[in-house]
Each structure stands twice: as C-alpha cells, then as structure tokens.
C-alpha cells in the first residue's frame, strides 16, 4: 500500500514565499533622500578643497618642506593646526597682506564645526542649510587661494618688472632704429632726385 504524501504546512510555504519576496525587494531612495545625501559630499568635498588650500599655503610657506610634506600629507593635522602653523609661517615670512590673511585665518576656524554638522540629524536635513555651508567654506577656499596666489606674484613682481623693463627696452632701441633706417632713406631719396631731374633735361 503506497504512502499518500501529506502537503506542506500552509504557514511554512507563507514564511517561505514572504522570504523570496523579501529578497528580491531593493530599497529606493527618493528625491529628498538623494538631494540630502549629495548635498552632504558637497559639504564634505568643500571642507576637503579648503583643507589642501590651506596646507598649500604652508607649504609655500615652509622652508623645510620636505618634513612638513611629510607629516602634512598624512592628515596628522587638524585644519585649525594647519591655520595656526600658517598664521606663524606668514608672520616670519613677512608675508604682506597679513591682516587680511588673519581675518580669513580667524574665519576658517569654524570650518571644522560647520562641516561636523553633517552629523547632526537636525542639520543634515535642513538642505538649504547645508547649501549656506558648502558656500561659505568654498568663500574660505577662495579666500585663501587669493592670497596665496597674491603672494607668489609679489615674490616674482621684480623679475618681472624687470622682463617688461628689458622688453620695453627692446622695443625702444627696435623704434630708434626704425626711424634711423627711415631717416636714411628719405635722405637718399632727396638726393637722388635732383640727378632725375636734370636727366630730363
């Protein structure tokens, strides 16, 4: 007498066919999610661009950079350790425009606090707000790329003033003799002509 097979357990096969269901389903995000999450790495990226800025600047600034590369490549430094490392490199440089490289050190103070508030919940959702971050660190960035980029010119400003000076120099001595070949000319033309006169006579 053959055994009849019993059919499965009805909850079994509803845990298992929710189970199949489960897997096969993939989490979307939506709009508001997605503009959160990049406005997020904007922030983040903003805050990263600064950070290089700024430890440019000290490299620039650094006689020993070999050492200072070291030790600043790795991100051993906070940005504020990175700012006060400038505000003294600057001073013993003799760097010109010190107070208003000051006034952008002081600012960027708070960059490490408004990029923090990515972590707090309230902040991290309010997408203008993290629109008015993203803008003011990259103002900071502009800020001090603008001085640094300033600095270098100053540095080389006689060199090149010096280039201008030698070119306008060319340039005048280039004129002079143009009008000296032009002179010439005019000179041997007016003599030439009293010979072609008489020649038709």
């Known amino acids: 007498m053959r055994s009849r097979s019993t059919p499965s357990d009805p909850a079994q096969s509803r845990q298992r066919f929710a189970n199949e269901i489960s897997s096969t ?10 503009g959160r999450a990049e406005s997020i790495r904007d922030v983040v990226d ?23 590369a070291s030790v600043g490549t790795s991100g051993s430094h906070s940005l504020n350790q990175l700012l006060s ?3 003294e490199r600057a001073r013993a440089a003799g760097f010109a425009r010190l107070h208003d490289l000051k006034a952008a050190i002081e ?8 990029r923090d508030a990515i972590f707090s919940d309230a902040f991290s959702n309010d997408l203008t707000a993290l629109r008015k971050v993203v803008a003011q660190l990259e103002r900071l960035d502009t800020a001090f790329i603008g001085l640094c980029v300033g600095h270098v010119l100053e540095q080389h400003g006689p060199v090149t ?17 143009s009008r000296s070949r032009s002179a010439a000319a005019v000179q041997r033309d007016a003599q030439a002509e009293p010979s072609l006169v008489g020649s038709h006579d």
């Open 25 to 34: 389903i993939v989490a979307v995000r939506s709009a508001s999610e997605r």
């Open 46 to 68: 903003a805050y990263r661009r600064l950070y290089g800025s700024v430890q440019r600047f000290v490299l620039m600034l650094t006689n020993d950079k070999l050492n200072f």
């Open 85 to 87: 490392i400038l505000a």
């Open 107 to 114: 600012e960027a103070r708070s960059a490490e606090q408004l």
């Open 161 to 177: 003033a010096n280039l201008a000076s030698s070119a306008g120099t060319r340039a005048t001595g280039h004129r002079n003799r």
